[in-house]
């Protein structure tokens, strides 16, 4: 394994074939859905700031995956720009819809929102272009703000809002769309 800073914001890990299979990952396999994969980029990064001296924990990280003919190389960038949004609940009666770009991370955070309470009420919408997930109350609880934002760092607040996202996207599943969903994605993987 080769760690190389390569200025004071990115960093390049190379692993060759042997290291993919000594962590027992592959390259397509290699991404932050994947809970094994997770902890191999968490290995990694934890070596790299080591290496470096670069601090990672805590920064807002872009990695990029780049196969090549003998292994895989991974550019870390730390991300100095705006600091990451946080959203804090205010009311009990807002309604709250997330956009996400692909189906796959919106697969992954109904299942986490699954595991941790399948009994939030929630409405799966989409456009030609996104998925939107509309939860109609959101209870004081950070943990449901920091599962969704994993995926997604877009919300948008209101009823208002929220009714008229309603009104111009298609309906895929209400109202307990993080139930219906996430049981299945549960009992494809044979957990339930």
């Avoid at 902890?39 to 995956?65: F, N, Q, Y």
């Amino acid at each position: 394994m080769n760690i190389e800073q390569i200025d004071t914001s990115k960093i390049l890990i190379s692993l060759c074939d042997k290291e993919m299979k000594e962590y027992n990952v592959s390259y397509e396999a290699l991404g932050l859905r994947d809970l094994h994969a997770r902890r191999v980029i968490h290995d990694l990064l934890s070596r790299a700031e080591h290496k470096t001296g670069m601090e990672l924990h805590g920064k807002r990280l872009v990695i990029e995956a780049m196969k090549y003919d003998h292994g895989c190389l991974l550019l870390v960038t730390v991300e100095h720009s705006a600091p990451r949004r946080v959203y804090r609940i205010k009311s009990r009666s807002s309604s709250y819809a997330f956009r996400f770009h692909n189906v796959e991370e919106l697969l992954s955070c109904i299942e986490q929102l699954y595991r941790y309470n399948s009994g939030i009420k929630s409405t799966l919408l989409a456009d030609d272009n996104y998925y939107y997930l509309v939860m109609p109350r959101l209870m004081s609880d950070d943990r449901i703000l920091r599962i969704i934002s994993e995926y997604t760092n877009y919300a948008v607040k209101g009823i208002f809002a929220a009714l008229s996202l309603k009104e111009h996207t298609n309906t895929l599943s209400s109202p307990h769309a993080i139930s219906e969903i996430g049981k299945r994605l549960v009992r494809l993987k044979g957990e339930g």
